[in-house]
């Protein structure tokens, strides 16, 4: 599952992150997640940073807490 959410950046305000939960068994590069994404996504979508997790931060209907995301980055 990939959530994108931004980063801070000096020219253009924001870029694009993506939070990764890898599945099992497998080892994800984040060179080739971002490879993909240029191929099949608007160029402001493309995430600039990868970030692999082991689970994203969720309600209790199983919804993504987006403001949430940011605590994983300490």
Known sequence: MRIPLSIPDEEKGELAKAYIVPK?????NADH???????HLAAYKVPRAVQ???DLPKTSTGK?????LRTLDA
């Open 24 to 28: 099992t068994d497998t080892t994800p």
């Open 33 to 39: 997640i971002i490879k993909f994404s240029r191929e």
């Open 52 to 54: 692999f997790v082991d």
């Open 64 to 68: 993504v807490m987006r403001r949430e």
